[in-house]
């Protein structure tokens, strides 16, 4: 059984800062990537960062320079720190991973969600 818990959503005035965390457990054979994604209400999912195992990161054109993506291997854990945020940022973000698992093919996995809002 993977998991992915996500954590560090919360409320912020416009130009402050968050950081989310998303936390990988269960019997994992390899991480491949990890990403944020996220949805604004009555909007399609769209990819805000992602990070491979080669550490290669890839950024919405509307985060870059405000956002960055890293990774603790060893904790099986990525991070986005959130700086300079808009209240146009205010959506559900969700983790997500790709992932081999030890009895299965590759595939991807995603976390419960986590509400980031930003006041004007």
């Known amino acids: 059984q993977v998991q992915l818990v996500e954590s560090g959503g919360g409320l912020v005035q416009a130009g402050g800062s968050l950081r989310l965390s998303c936390a990988a457990s269960?019997?994992?054979?390899?991480?491949?990537?990890m990403g944020w994604y996220r949805q604004a209400p009555g909007k399609q999912r769209e990819l805000v960062a992602s990070i491979t195992s080669g550490g290669s990161t890839k950024y919405a054109d509307s985060v870059k320079g405000r956002f960055t993506i890293s990774r603790d291997s060893a904790k099986n854990t990525v991070y986005l720190q959130m700086n300079s945020l808009k209240p146009e940022d205010t959506a559900v973000y969700y983790c997500a991973a790709d992932l081999t698992l030890p009895t299965g093919p590759r595939g991807d996995y995603w976390g419960q969600g986590t509400q980031v809002t930003v006041s004007s």
């Open positions: 269960g019997s994992i054979l390899s991480i491949n990537a």
